[in-house]
């Protein structure tokens, strides 16, 4: 299959981008989405060109470091995967392909599709870990943890931060992102006793950094890959009201 | 007190903030909504409710003081939220396909809020303000179904039932969005936020419209 890609260049972060078109020919509906950017990559760098730069590392959906946005869509149309798991199969002959950076204030861009998401980190340094000491490992089920709260923090602790949720929310919003990190915490004998200082210094880090305010969309719910639900926001909202009045 | 100003300065606590005074808002509406009934049941009984109202004018002024601080409470802080969310956002995608991820009522807050707000200026400037010169005399029921400014005007008529379907679209994203803000999310309670929210987005929005649609646009009470 042939396809046209239109596809943000920009140099350094200082310098203006601006939107390049490629077409892509050969291409195999076996391919991943990055194989066929590396395709063209290629044959760019024959040209004496200068290759897309995109980040992308395990390229097996678990990492979080890869994420566009493809026609419209963070990590392409098909809902619950990151970019690496989209295949040319979902794609037609003859069909153009956008692919744009995260755009967010809080995620400047760095290189082509490449953006700084170093907000994430330090949003996580600023209350993402357990300070107390929680001794040596413990014996198999010598904590009773009930299958409700495991589960809800097991789901809350696969997110990525591969930063879907920022980009695709209208207002730049982090929430989702934070409120996975506060709820695998709070859900847990370890991190519960902590609870309320975390939402407070997490959501404080949160907009210190730039990130927009949530006004309950649900957009990062639907684009996200590990597709973690928007109840934790809730849970988020209750800790951090909870931290600040008492 | 450093404490409550970072709670209400926060991103949360000014969501927060937007919940309480919307939901107090909402139960304006039924009061409201209860009074713009009575008109079917004929002049009479719509002057003396009105006139009702005004012998209790110290408690209605005090409510309409706390009222009026709701508005502009709740009319500021959406403002100031959607200025810093468009600093937030500076640069736009090529193309998005937001209808995909979510709904438009909850995209278009800002939208409708505004034009909301455009009719309520309208509003007070002529019913409301009119209701204020009237004094006795049993003129209200006129005043509504008027040709100036009552529904008897077929531009306010439509104008009245725009607005009432916009306030619907505005309560059917804001309601059960003020639930998730307060943290009550939960699978035993959304059933029962959501019944709820029927009633304010759908049933209210049309028990409003009922009236221009019964008086302007069928002829009713002439």
Redesign the interface.
Known sequence: MNVTL?VWRQSNSQSKGF?SIYNVSDVSEEMSFFEMLDMLNESLVEKGEEPIAFDHDCREGICGTCGV?I???AHGPISGITTCQLHMRRFNNGDTI?I?PW????FPVIKDLVVDRTSLDRVMMSGGYVSVNTGGTPDANAIPISKVNADEAMDAASCIGCGACVA?C????A?LFVSAKVSQYALLPQGMIEKKIRAQNM??S??EE??????????CE??CPKEIS??H?????????KA??S | MS?FL??MN???????QMAITGILLCLFLIVHVIGNLVLFAGPNAFNTYVEALSSVKPLVRSLEVVLALMFIWHIFNGVR?TI??R????????????A????LT??T?GLTGSLIFIFLVTHLGTIWRLFQLEHGGGKFYDIVISGRFGFNNIYYTLIYIFAMALLGLHLR?GFQ?AF???????SKYKPLISGVAVFFWLIIPLAFMSIPIYFGLLGGGN
């Open positions: 239109k939107f946005f026609n419209g869509r956008i744009e755009r967010a204030k809080a695709t209208k207002n730049s919003s929430m959501v404080d949160m907009d730039g990130f927009g305010n949530c006004s309950n969309t649900y957009a639907a684009e928007v109840s926001i809730a849970r988020m909202n209750r800790e951090f009201f600040s009045i | 404490w970072n709670f926060s991103s949360i606590g000014k969501k927060m939220l810093e969310n600093k937030a956002t500076p640069e736009k995608y090529l193309m998005n396909k937001a995909e991820n979510s709904k909850s995209r807050m994203h969005s998730q803000t307060f943290g009550w999310n939960h």
